[in-house]
Every structure is written in C-alpha cells, then in structure tokens.
C-alpha cells in the first residue's frame, strides 16, 4: 500500500449475480476488469482490492506510523471511556489494540477481529509484551462475518481494511448487528479524493462511496472528523 499508482478506470461490470439473503438490489457484487491491486469483484462501482497479508506486519508497526497518520489525534477522536467494549476489525499485529485496551482500562474489552491466525498469534504477544492481555479477546472471523456477539460493542473501529471486504454487504450487516444501540461504526479510510495521499488507489476511498456502501444498512452517518493528514475518520451510529 506504500507506493503510489497512477489511477486505473475500472472496466463496464458484467451480467449482476442473482440476489441472495436479503440483499437489496443495489448492494449486488458484479464481476468486472481485474486491476493489479484488485480482485475483479466490484460493489456500488469499486473494485475490491487484494488483502494485506501478515507479511505486512512490519508495515504496520513501522516507527514513523504515528506522525504520518497522527495515531494520536484519531485515539482522541475514538473518545473511548473506561468500560468500553471495542471492536478492532483487521486488528493486524495490534496497533491500535493495545492503546485503545489501555483507555478502556481493566474493566473494558476489545475484541480483536482477525482472519488470519497467524495475526492474532502475533497480536497476542504484543498484549502480553504491553501488559493489556487481560482484556483483549482474539477473534478468528472469516471472509463474511466478525463473528462478533450481537448488540454487544460500544464502538466498531476499523482502520484502513474496510476496501478490501471480500464480503463488504455481509460484514457490514453483521457488525450493524453487534453494534449496542446507539454505538459506533467508525471507518478511518486513506481520502480517495486527494490525489496528493500516497497511496494506491485501491486502497483509498471517498466519503461519498463509503456513505454510499453505508447507506443499505441500519446506520446512520453521523459525521467525518477532519483531523488526520492522510484519512477521513467516519462516524456511523447505530440508532438507540
């Protein structure tokens, strides 16, 4: 995700699969033109893009992360309060687990959602290294659901892997579910409407697309916090 590509229009979709468990019409997945950092699937007109796999941990951890995306200021935005329960979607090696475990403190818990094992392997010693294990749950999820318990989270966080969702409709129907009422949906999307961020373009996205996406499921958007120098933070609430 590091490099910058030029733009790549993404080719006319082919014939719509049928629609399947409750999917409105316009939430279908179409099969179109693979790019190179795309997987050939589209939805509401975008093309997915390829997973980061665990070899990209390193990425993720790198030293200067914090003042390239100021980390700081969207754990500030978050307002998370002791006794918070959280969910980190594509938690990763943990980044933002641990300092979220630690405003939670010991009587919150944050359900670290994973589909590859082999991240939350890793994210399991980075909690115990931090002292935050206690309170931290590793998830296996799979391609379509969290498997996250239902009505059960104050905030859903997920930074920069909502754009690669295999399953877009069904993991945002399922985590509209595990959402307490009036809960959190918070999406922290590199802006795809800055060519100036560099960032492929896959692995970008507009407020307008994800509001888009959002807009077939029981949510609400709520506001975008125009704090971080590379990405929107975007706050969906689910209704009380």
């Not at 996406?213 to 704090?227: A, G, L, Q």
């Amino acid at each position: 995700m590091a490099a910058m590509l030029l733009g790549i229009a993404p080719a006319a979709s082919a014939a719509a699969p049928a629609i399947a468990e409750g999917r409105p019409a316009e939430a279908r997945y179409e099969n179109g033109r693979r790019t190179r950092d795309g997987i050939g699937k589209y939805y509401f007109g975008r093309e997915i893009s390829q997973v980061m796999g665990h070899q990209g941990a390193g990425w993720l951890e790198r030293p200067e992360r914090e003042q390239e995306e100021r980390t700081d200021l969207l754990l500030e935005a978050l307002k998370l309060r002791p006794g918070d329960t959280v969910a980190d979607i594509g938690a990763g090696s943990g980044y933002f687990t641990w300092r979220m475990a630690q405003k939670v403190g010991p009587t919150g818990v944050i359900h670290a959602v994973e589909i590859q094992q082999v991240f939350l392997d890793l994210l399991m010693v980075n909690m115990e290294r931090r002292g935050v294990a206690d309170r931290v749950r590793p998830v296996l999820g799979t391609i379509d659901d969290p498997r996250l318990p239902e009505a059960s989270c104050d905030l859903i966080l997920l930074v920069d892997v909502y754009h690669e969702f295999d399953h877009p409709f069904e993991m945002a129907r399922a985590m509209a579910r595990a959402l307490k009422p009036g809960g959190r949906l918070v999406l922290v999307e590199y802006r795809g409407e800055d060519p100036e961020v560099p960032i492929k373009p896959l692995h970008k996205m507009t407020e307008a697309q994800v509001r888009r996406e959002f807009s077939v499921h029981p949510v609400r958007f709520e506001r975008n916090i125009d704090v971080l120098p590379r990405q929107h933070i975007l706050i969906f609430r689910r209704d009380p």
